[in-house]
């Protein structure tokens, strides 16, 4: 994607031995060249808050159901891992979500943190136990 271009009009520079060096000014190459208009941040933000599959805005809360990079959420969505019941909030991760043309999401669950924490916990006594007994 560009957010803007440069591109040679008519006219210009006549032959190839001038050189955009030997331009002092662009006052001397009138009309060589022409821009797109530019993005202001604002547009650009907008842009990126907005699914590049199905042209919703997320920024503005629409998604569209049957969309992969949409996911059925817009900028937050519950924890996919515990179907929300930890009621933490993830964030889209655009970036990764743009790239790939699929919903992709920042967070983590907070009911499988203990239990990841409980386990690490036993499999640690275990390991104890193994060395131990050798």
């Known amino acids: 994607m560009s957010v803007a271009s440069v ?21 001397d190459v009138p009309g060589y060249f022409t821009s797109e ?3 202001s941040i604002e547009e650009l933000r907008l842009q990126l808050n907005s699914c590049f599959t199905c042209g919703v805005s ?8 049957d969309c ?26 655009l970036t990764m979500s743009h790239a790939c043309g699929k919903a992709r999401w920042e967070g ?4 499988l943190k203990p239990l990841k924490q409980e386990e690490e916990t036993r499999l640690c006594s275990r390991l104890e136990k193994l060395t131990a007994s050798s």
């Open 7 to 27: 591109h040679p009009a008519s006219g210009g520079l006549t032959n190839r031995s001038q050189s955009f060096s030997s331009v002092s000014s662009l006052d």
């Open 37 to 39: 208009p530019v993005l």
């Open 58 to 65: 997320w920024h503005d809360e629409h998604v569209s159901l």
């Open 68 to 93: 992969s990079e949409c996911g059925g959420y817009s900028l937050e969505r519950p924890c996919p891992l515990c179907e929300g019941h930890c009621s933490a909030v993830w964030k889209r991760d």
């Open 108 to 111: 983590s669950c907070a009911l």
